[in-house]
């Protein structure tokens, strides 16, 4: 009794021997109590050997001295904790790693990400540390890009997963896995021919090492099949695809034909009416002209014999006249 230990906070009995919750005790919000695991909080001494918790009216053993939690350091009597140390780019990977393995690939995607962002500023840092992995920079960059063009692959974002199996290889060109990688985004991006030839480029890096991995070549081997397979299938469809292609284009070819062929036979028709049309309207033109001047004809016929026969009516009266004066005159001079 009296410790102060993780026990007596949870002891009932009260304050008095150790036990219960001391006056003026609270949790701090960002993290367990240091006294926890058996160490004596600072503060006072309390009634029957307990110790107050972060009693800010003592001082403690020295003005400068610091408590460890799970976060690191801090000042006693601060009230609260310090933010939680950044994550190393080995650590974010590591992270990235068990989110990729779990399927959660957004979360993957991100922890990948920084882990990359982290892992330039550790190589720009001035008094930069020295890694936890032996690789060099260039390497873990090349890996934290062949883990993420695997997280974007398997979530279907196949453009970003081949953009940095693309940089993968430019950082580590003489990696198998990288070109294994490349192989597998230009494969989901329905790119076949340069898939196998990625494949191909990683057996015979595979070929060259001294010490033979049989599974990674299993693996290879097998991709590469696939591969080929899917190449020819894509190259099958694709001759399938343009022999359709063909055959609707000289479909539609033949109906362009007919199309043209039926407007210039309506135009020719349109034509030809058009031409007969206007025969047929001359012809009339023709006639009604030929009709006017017969008209014309038979009516200048008509006046001159109407001025003839007029003519001759007056003749033939005058020739009365005379032959009736002539008459008067015998007769009178008979009477005579």
């Known amino acids: 009794r009296g410790g102060g230990g993780f ?6 009995g009260g304050h008095r021997g150790g036990g219960g919750l001391p006056p003026g005790f609270f949790f701090m919000p960002m993290g367990p109590p240091p006294s926890f695991g058996g160490r ?18 003592e001082d403690s053993d020295s003005e400068d001295s610091e408590d460890w939690s799970e976060y690191g350091p801090y000042r006693r009597g601060s009230g609260k904790m310090p933010p939680k140390p950044a994550l ?3 650590e974010l990977r590591e992270e990235g790693n068990a989110a990729f393995k779990s399927g959660q690939l957004s979360a993957a995607i991100r922890h990948y990400t920084t882990a990359i962002e982290r892992l330039q500023a550790e190589k720009n840092a001035p008094n930069a540390a020295v ?18 063009s695997a997280a974007y692959v398997r979530h279907g974002l196949f453009e970003q997963g081949l953009l940095d199996a693309r940089k ?4 580590r060109p003489q990696w198998v896995k990288a070109h294994q990688r490349l192989g597998i985004a230009l494969k989901a991006n329905g790119e076949f021919v340069e ?4 494949f191909e480029k990683a057996l015979s890096l ?18 590469l099949q696939e591969t080929i397979d899917a190449a020819h299938a894509q190259a099958e469809e694709r001759r399938l695809e343009q022999e359709k292609a063909e055959r609707e284009a000289a479909i539609k070819a033949k109906q362009e034909a007919n199309r043209k062929a039926k407007e210039e036979k309506q135009a020719r028709e349109r034509q030809e009416k058009a031409r007969k049309a206007a025969e047929e309207k001359a012809r009339k033109k023709e006639a009604r002209e030929r009709q006017r001047k017969q008209q014309e004809e038979f009516e200048e016929r008509e006046r001159k014999e109407a001025a003839a026969a007029a003519a001759e009516a007056e003749a033939e009266a005058a020739r009365l006249k005379a032959a009736r004066a002539a008459k008067a ?3 009178a001079q008979a009477a005579e």
């Open 88 to 90: 190393t780019s080995d």
């Open 168 to 171: 993968c290889v430019e950082k």
């Open 206 to 223: 595979l070929a060259s090492q001294e010490v033979e991995d049989s599974e990674m070549h299993s693996v290879l081997t097998k991709a």
């Open 131 to 148: 890694p936890s992995s032996p690789d060099s920079f260039d390497e873990r960059h090349a890996t934290l890009l062949s883990n993420r």
């Open 40 to 57: 004596r909080g600072p503060g006072r001494r309390g009634r029957g050997g307990g110790r107050r918790y972060m009693d800010e009216d």
């Open 7 to 12: 026990a007596d906070f949870f002891m009932p």
């Open 195 to 198: 898939a196998k030839g990625a």
């Open 329 to 331: 005159k015998e007769e």
